[in-house]
């Protein structure tokens, strides 16, 4: 280790740009090539143009960077002599080609050629840099070889743009000779270089009519730009120009690769790896586990339009950042994938979308697994196509009901219409993303209608229809005539072919013939799936199909317009900006900025806004808008930037409508709402709803300084990434709570990332909730007498008596529906009339159930009494533990409702009462837990009782310590009463889907069972041909589970996981075996199969509170029954 550092100084010294300094893979290191990049790309024309070129051999530089960093960082103990000697030399050969790439790209000439064999060349030596790592360590394999293998990608690339120059220059040596001898006198000068955006392909050069107001038309045009002209156009956008989008869909499904090929068509990246590279996903661990963990954005340029595109994870831990790229947007591209079509997240995210009254595009993604995959024939795929786009519009329908659920049906039809998904409507695009295409029927009507010499209009109502292409013209019922319908003949039938060529068969020449005949340019790639990719890129590329529905789709300034929409923002009402933001109007005087998350990017703080009126310009000083303070603190908003994925673009200023992100000094919280005026009313946007639940518990093993900057990298963590909750103890101890298992490691590495290299985390904590149930085998006398319990304060003279009841699910399951007026009933700002809707459907709830709870007190009870209880709402529980009620049912003791803000006089400790009630449901009997569905219903309670001298008795109700005395009273009668009733543990639910083949199956119950999982479901899916399971798993057992399914099935099942519902364990965490047979079967203590026990017990263990287990109950001597020979 110490030997190869010796070497890297030796090396590196006499070096202008030292290969040490470049440490990190920040863009700070490469801030130092910006000068020489500027540089060149001002002496050179022709750059301009390919200015993505250039950007590969920087990528490639970064990338070695980041190889030689983590090689130094491995640890190498006792290496032997021969292997160290084998680093070394490899190390002193990658510093030369490093700078040799470096300088190449510097140099005032720059020849693509050059670099690319500079970018070669660094790439062999990193590949035998890298080798004997893997002989060392296998593990080093993996996380290398993804290094590696972006290098290559990019070494590719920049081969074939050599191919490119070479042929370009060879047909202008060619036209330049044909011409000297056609026209000797003219031919003075010598042939000059082709520029070589010249010899793109021609259909490349996308053009995109757009249709104005006035019946005119412009066009997209795909533009290879440098940053220079990208940021000089962000300037200067007007909202009419900009488009917003966000992409999204259930994990998998496509959405990085579908952004890779948008990227790819304003040359950012080579075509040929769009797809393939997932430029997105940023993070090391994205591009390792391959899925993505964050939303990011990139600034696209298609002329005249600014793509704002956002990348959102679809994996459901990371469903908060969904959310906020859901806000951000305008438009959302719904990825669905053909073969595993809708699934859970796809209905959660259309939801969403739904809601938040965004222009949604459907993309069919992975049409590719149609043929090669599941080798169907053109009549299935359509009608698999037909049935798919059925059930996402059934999914429509239904979210739309759910929320137009008072209103007018005439609504319901004009939104649902508006809503609904129909190819011919241009809303729906078939795609192969890792293939680079997609297309809308209006691709094939172009190419299909001028050659059958059919009217376009004719052509497009029919195209996806029941219908059938005679020669006399289009005729209805395919189907029942046993026809193919014209989708089938004229879409499906040529791409089966090609696939088939390209796929499955994989004939070059087949193809290049296809090629000419359908007037593609010829394909240069000389491997037949190259050729493939290239072909279909040429004929359908995405990027002219994904940009015409964009634009189709409404701009900011039109969104803004909309009321549904602007009210996601602000209420409508009353609040200020209202009329400000309606216009989205970049001249206007007011300021505002939506902020929805704090990043780190390119080695910057910085903040990802969306303008919603004005312009934001540096040096422009906006006030954080926070309603809970009175006086507004402010920010200058100094460094602009236009997010470009990985990296950031400097900008002077940006309008409204637009996505950009500004620098901060430090992470602090800034809150959701900038504006340029200093307002207490917030923007009112929704925080998204999903709560975190999977605990872990921090440790550092430095220092109090160690701690210290623990936890500040924990509040770094907390505020980049607001799924997350980070709080600390009591205790001292630093608890993080994340979403969900791969939430939690992607947590764990961004503190490694932050340099918190030294810490241990705890075994994953999972919470549980604890209630009582009804007890059947209980009189109702016994419930009268025995459930009620009596407390006495005798010094002040305060006696009460309660007793707990159970509420159903059905009312639990209400309360959690009103989360909202629960919360603004206990902050006390509820409007007076606001839960009048919500009273009456509580009521008519609890009429409906309780009076039929069989063992409880609620049994019979009449709608009179239920009537004056509800009417009389003590309060509901705290924040932990909501759903609760606090009862009043004190004859004497008229105290206002809690449906009405009133400040009459409350008798003397009423607050103490509720305090007591608050703590006892934080913390139940069986282990801390909160309690959930729990009723504590006041009977009584007198005040100065018993003692004679009312002056002596006035005099002790003003002990300062009353206060607490009467809380810790009140809990513990609380306390006392739960334990008369059968108490419960209720466990986190996970869904489980699996799919799996039917070999597999065996092991994948095996799995199932041992983590105490119910199956639901179990059926085969037609399409895949797999098994798929669901069932409900508690998720404290949920842990590596996917690992362990896959590790046990040698990866023939895969299993997805996502929060569902809290259910109540049956077990009783106490029982015991009392007949003579289970005693028998299960023991005197029975406490090895009682699952519930084994939960309360570890959590008791981890608070610290003590257990009755007993290490050992009876100790026997083992026997050794091995004989000695
Ligand atoms: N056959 C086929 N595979 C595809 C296609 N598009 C994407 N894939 C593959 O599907 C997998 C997932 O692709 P991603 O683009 O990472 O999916 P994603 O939706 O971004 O995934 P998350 O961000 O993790 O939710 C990768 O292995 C891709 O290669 C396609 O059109 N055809
Ligand atoms: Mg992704």
Redesign the pocket.
Known sequence: MCRRKCEYKRLTVSQSLRFSKLRHDQLEDVIQLSPYISQTLNSNQWVQEVSGLLQHGVAVLKISHIITDRLAKIPLGQLNPQMNDLICRSTSMVVPRFDDLLRALAAPNVDIRLIEARVTSLTTTCWALVSPFYLLNPKYKESFGALIAEMELHQQFLQRAVQQVEFATSSANITATNEESNTELLTSSPPTKKPINEIKPPINQVVLPKNHDDGSKTEHKMAYLVDSSVSSIFEQLTPKEVRNVCII?H???????LADCLISGTGLISARFS?KL?FMDSREDEQTR???MKSSAISLYYNPLMINLIDS???VDFSCEVHYALNLADIAIL?VDLVEGVCSQTETLLREAIYSHVDIILVL?????LVVELKMTEAEAFRHIRRLIELINSCVAQIIQGYLLEEDWQKFEATESSRHFDPTKGNVLF?????GYAFSLEDFVELWAPKMSIDKELLLRNFFADAYLTPNGIKPDAEAKGKRTVFEQLVLQPLWEVHKCGLIEKQLDKLKEFAKKLSIPPLKSRRIDDAFDEFMRLFLPLTRAAVRAIAKCKSPKETCAEDERLSIFVSPNNHRLWKALRFCDPEAEICVAYVAKLLLCDGKKVAMCRILSGRLVNGTLLYIVDSNQDQSSSITINNLYVLMGRELLPIKSASAGSICAFELDDLASIGTTLCSQPLTETLNLKSSLIEPLVRVSIRTEGDPEEWEKLRKSLRQLAMLDSAVRVFELENGELALVTSGEVHLQKCIQDLNDMGQTNISVSEPMVPFLETIIPDSQCSYAKILTEQLTECNLKNYGISFKLRSISLPDEIVKFLQQNDHILKRTREGIIEQGEHEEFRTSLLKICCETLPKLKGSWWYRKSEQELSSLIERIWSFGPFRAKYNILFNAIPDYDRPSIWRHSNSKLRQLDRAVIAGFDLAMSQGPLCDEPMQGVGILVEQWQIGEGLDDPEAAAQRLQDPQIYGQMISAVKQACKVALKKHPLRLVAAMHKCKIQSNSQALGKVHSVLAQRHAKVINEDTNETTGLFEIFAYMPIVESFSFCEQLRKRTSGMASAQMEFSHWQLIEEDPFWKPTTEEEIEEYGEKGDSINQALMYMNSVRKRKGIPTDEVIVVSAEKQRNLKRNK
Not at 252 to 257: A, E, V
Not at 365 to 369: A, H, P, V, Y
Not at 431 to 435: G, Q, R, T, W
């Open positions: 869909a994990v998998d499904h496509g959405k990085t690769s797809g997932r391959g899925i993505t994870p679809g994996h990825v993604n992975k049409f590719d697994r795609a192969s993303a890792i293939h």
